[in-house]
T-cell receptor
Framework: GQNIDQPTEMTATEGAIVQINCTYQ??????LFWYQQHAGEAPTFLSY????GLEEKGRFSSFLSRSKGYSYLLLKELQMKDSASYLC?????????????FGTGTQLKVEL | DAGVIQSPRHEVTEMGQEVTLRCKPI?????LFWYRQTMMRGLELLIY????????DSGMPEDRFSAKMPNASFSTLKIQPSEPRDSAVYFC???????????????FGAGSRLTVL
């Protein structure tokens, strides 16, 4: 099976930078995803890493270290609308295909 | 595209009743996933299909749960009989075929919120 760990909650200030960490233990690793989920809504895709290093996309960046089983999501210039749950998800190769397993999510609260 | 369409959006039923949740994936997507989300357990994969064929149903909680995909544009998740512990938000998601190392993004439907009394 897969173990995916991320902090339950974080609080940050508008305009600041926040880093959300995710550690995982899995076999058949084939990519790591970050999704954003606002309360009462569906998860939406934010970023993807399959090789080590940093992927930058506007205010959002995601980092992966496969040897350490570690990823983080970096949010810059925080805005109130960034208050949401951030889900780390690991894709693994199985006998029949690939499947995406999610962590329980980090609830981020952005304050004034 | 209208995205992934799920129905009903909300369902309240009594213990022991049959519940059927429906999903229409994005046209052209090869993969369809059913997830369940609760506060305690987060987002759990129940089952997924590739080209209408069930690939992995190891996440289906027990025999009370069943899922079908009779064609490329329709899938159902059925719970019979339902129990209070089945109360959750059930999400359907679809994606294009997985390409090796490719970022095949899951697109989620709005979810079906089920309450079993």
């Amino acid at each position: 099976g897969q173990n995916i760990d991320q902090p339950t909650e974080m609080t940050a200030t508008e305009g600041a930078i926040v880093q959300i960490n995710c550690t995982y233990q899995t076999s058949g690793f084939n990519g790591l995803f970050w999704y954003q989920q606002h309360a009462g809504e569906a998860p939406t895709f934010l970023s993807y890493n399959v090789l080590d290093g940093l992927e930058e996309k506007g205010r959002f960046s995601s980092f992966l270290s496969r040897s350490k089983g570690y990823s983080y999501l970096l949010l810059k210039e925080l805005q109130m609308k960034d208050s949401a749950s951030y889900l780390c998800a690991v894709r693994v190769s199985t006998g029949g295909g690939n499947k995406l397993t999610f962590g329980t999510g980090t609830q981020l609260k952005v304050e004034l | 595209d209208a995205g992934v369409i799920q129905s009903p959006r909300h369902e309240v039923t009594e213990m022991g009743q049959e519940v059927t949740l429906r999903c229409k994936p994005i046209s052209g997507h090869d993969y369809l996933f059913w997830y369940r989300q609760t506060m305690m357990r987060g987002l759990e994969l129940l089952i997924y299909f590739n080209n209408n064929v069930p690939i992995d149903d190891s996440g289906m909680p027990e025999d009370r749960f069943s899922a079908k995909m009779p064609n490329a544009s329709f899938s159902t998740l059925k719970i019979q009989p339902s129990e209070p512990r089945d109360s959750a938000v059930y999400f359907c998601a679809s994606s294009l075929a997985w390409r090796d190392r490719g970022a095949n993004v899951l697109t989620f439907g709005a979810g079906s919120r089920l309450t079993v009394l």
